[in-house]
């Protein structure tokens, strides 16, 4: 099957901001272009285009005025994520944004995570019978890939109380075709030469047609236990309200669809980054074993001993640091403004560098180390405020933070027990910096059982 390439996929669209940093990110090494630029101009870029002036800002003082003191001057970025997540909490701003997230935070209280628990540890098991597979295969797997459906299975089963009713292998290369940024580029440019250009049904638009599918088949699985209070109960409340207009079917579907992707993604680049740099140091995954059995002794962990797993919380603090997968945040100016002694203008694209922040040896002492106990409560309290960004700041910071730590912390301890992931890449990894901070050609791992 072939269709023809659709406008409405626009993140590589010419006015979209991704296309405009393409010649900036397309490098070898993006990030450490992002560093030296932000250190000759003093942590604020300006880059003046046709139409556009995009303003690159990367000091711990810009991140609060643009995430916290004068938030209400900057909207989101929403150009090209529409056709991934609707017109979920991700895609929409102001009075509305905050209408929509208040009936789902109750799913994200700390009370929450204990009932959640008993499902993560289901969606583990499921992929440590497949990770034994690969044990006495020796095959390469693709580590993104892995952790993906992993956490793709732990909404599925803690947050919407379903099994897992589609191919999570298939749908993860159908939108990672989408969100891959130098895919619509390349598309475009071709346009533009007058070439006609069809793309198959891995490209973008299959990939958002067979994206678009996903809620319904999760809401018509078998359901698991038929919990009283899921997240998928309390979207379905607020379809249900006659004083709530605003969320329709339509909004249910969407904010789902938020969950199954960007949720599930951002989990899955840090417990995939978590294990590269954990197979790089030994001695730190020596350190999680470790910590497992005096926590727990040689049984699974249960609920209330997860606040114990204090070092392993730390590597996915630390890797979050290294490698952030929203390592940049995009705000546009509602108004005028003043940022580091430079004006600001109505309608300027300012991008919160985060990475840039978490890699700045004004902030961390040697930034480039792997180094877990820098997130020790002691050192932590002594860090500068705004330095550290992985799930952004403000009011908009990330619903689903805590939650993502506490299933990643369980997939290292409970993996880690069982086998040893060994990365068989490049050394280092590749950086490809697109709308996330992914691994450029991906992670290849073998998995050997532990002995």
């Known amino acids: 099957m072939t269709v023809a390439y659709s406008a409405s996929h626009g993140l590589g669209e010419e006015q979209s901001i991704w296309y405009k940093l393409t010649p900036l990110l397309n490098q070898e090494n993006p990030m450490q272009v992002l560093m030296a630029l932000s250190d000759k101009y003093g942590g604020v870029v300006p880059i003046n285009l046709k139409n556009h002036r995009i303003v690159l800002l990367s000091e711990p003082a810009h991140a609060e005025r643009v995430l916290v003191t ?72 693709e580590m993104v890939e892995e952790t993906w459906t992993l956490a793709a299975e732990m909404v599925c089963k803690a947050l919407f109380d379903r099994e897992m009713p589609f191919n999570p292998h298939f749908v993860f290369g159908q939108v990672k075709t989408y969100t891959d940024v130098m895919n619509h580029k390349s598309i475009r440019l071709k346009n533009v030469r007058g070439e006609i250009e069809e793309i198959t049904a891995e490209d973008a638009a299959k990939a958002m047609e067979v994206w678009g599918s996903i809620p319904d088949t ?92 204090t070092y392993t919380r730390m590597v996915i603090q630390e890797t979050m640091r290294l490698f952030p997968p929203i390592w940049a945040l995009i705000r546009i100016a509602a108004g005028d403004d003043e940022i580091g002694g430079r004006q600001i203008k109505a309608g300027d694209k300012v991008v919160i560098l985060a990475y840039v922040m978490h890699h700045s040896p004004n902030f961390w002492e040697e930034p480039e180390k792997f180094e877990p106990e820098r997130f020790a409560p002691e050192r932590a309290k002594k860090r500068t405020k705004y330095t550290y960004l992985p799930f952004a700041a403000g009011k908009r910071s990330c619903i689903g933070g805590a939650l993502s730590q506490i299933e990643n912390t369980l997939a290292l301890v409970q993996l880690l027990r069982r086998f040893t992931p060994e990365y068989v890449g490049p050394v280092p990894a590749k950086i490809h910096a697109t709308v996330t901070l992914c691994p450029k050609g991906g992670l290849p791992f073998r998995i050997h059982p532990l002995s």
């Not at 001057?73 to 009075?95: C, E, H, Q, W």
């Not at 929450?112 to 597979?133: C, D, H, Q, T």
């Open 218 to 309: 999760v809401i018509g699985a078998n359901v698991l236990d038929y919990r009283e209070k899921t997240l998928l109960k309390m979207l379905q409340a607020a379809e249900a309200d006659p004083n709530f207009p605003e969320f329709d079917r339509q909004q249910v579907i969407d904010e789902m669809k938020q969950y199954l992707w960007a949720g599930t993604e951002t989990t899955a680049l840090t417990l995939a980054w978590s294990l590269y740099l954990l197979s790089m140091h030994p001695e730190a995954l020596e350190r999680i074993r470790a910590e497992a059995r005096a926590v727990c002794g040689e049984r699974d962990p249960e609920w209330n001993e997860v606040q114990h797993l």
């Open 70 to 141: 004068n938030a209400d001057n900057y909207t989101k970025y929403f150009d090209g994520l529409r056709p991934v997540f609707g017109r979920s909490m991700i895609t929409i701003d102001g009075a509305l944004w905050q209408k929509i997230r208040a009936p789902q935070q109750p799913a994200f209280h700390p009370n929450m995570f204990e009932v959640y628990f008993p499902y993560l540890m289901s969606a583990i098991e499921s992929k440590m019978g497949r990770w034994a597979k690969f044990a006495s295969t020796g095959e390469t797997i």
